[in-house]
T-cell receptor, first 112, second 112 residues
């Protein structure tokens, strides 16, 4: 079964802690993306990667970091520098430019 | 510069009546256009996409959208609403640079 998995589904973090969200795809897609969604808002792009070992900042990259060591995996680290990290985080992938993106089920992060 | 405007933040219809969700876009080139659906606390699912072929695009679950270049619109319609259609819908535009531009979303409410 091809698709995108994200883990965990729910994540709780204390202030000042870094936390890493997992995203794995078995669709053989080159491009992967991380979005943040806040209540009542559309999606905002955090980071994207077009190929392994390469990634670019999106619109709201401050306080986040990523890596792309394998084609299948694109983990997102929410650092303590992110001032308001409580949100729903969505990972996506696409086969190439201009094609539609496929989404994982999301991770809801809550900072206590 | 690309932009997307979803003209209604909420749309409420009775079950069995037609659905119209409005989307206007601006784009310098020939865009690709998408509609995604998001059920509560879930990831996003692609409903349909337009990529410069037929201007009337049919999607899943009985939805369709018409690309009107003269009006720069890509409205989503369904002849008869079902309770399971209650969700948030996002209109998206892409000019093929790996970045999708997201509308703010329209919440569809179905009254029994």
């Amino acid at each position: 079964d091809g698709g995108i998995t994200q883990s965990p589904k729910y994540l709780f973090r204390k202030e000042g802690q870094n936390v890493t969200l997992s995203c794995e795809q078995n669709l053989n897609h080159d491009a992967m993306y991380w979005y943040r969604q806040d209540p009542g808002q559309g999606l905002r792009l955090i980071y994207y990667s077009q190929i392994v070992n390469d990634f670019q900042k999106g619109d709201i990259a401050e306080g986040y970091s990523v890596s792309r060591e394998k084609k299948e995996s694109f983990p997102l680290t929410v650092t303590s520098a992110q001032k308001n990290p409580t949100a729903f985080y969505l990972c996506a992938s696409s086969i190439n430019r201009a094609n539609e993106q496929f989404f994982g089920p999301g991770t809801r992060l809550t900072v206590l | 510069a690309q932009s997307v405007t979803q003209l209604d933040s909420h749309v409420s219809v009775s079950e069995g009546t037609p659905v119209l969700l409005r989307c206007n876009y601006s784009s310098s080139y020939s865009p690709s256009l998408f509609w995604y659906v998001q059920h509560p606390n879930k990831g996003l699912q692609l409903l349909l996409k337009y990529t410069s072929a037929a201007t009337l695009v049919k999607g899943i679950n009985g939805f369709e959208a018409e690309f009107k270049k003269s009006e720069t619109s890509f409205h989503l319609t369904k002849p008869s609403a079902h309770m399971s259609d209650a969700a948030e819908y996002f209109c998206v535009v892409s000019e093929g640079n790996y970045q999708l531009i997201w509308g703010a979303g329209t919440k569809l409410i179905i009254k029994p």
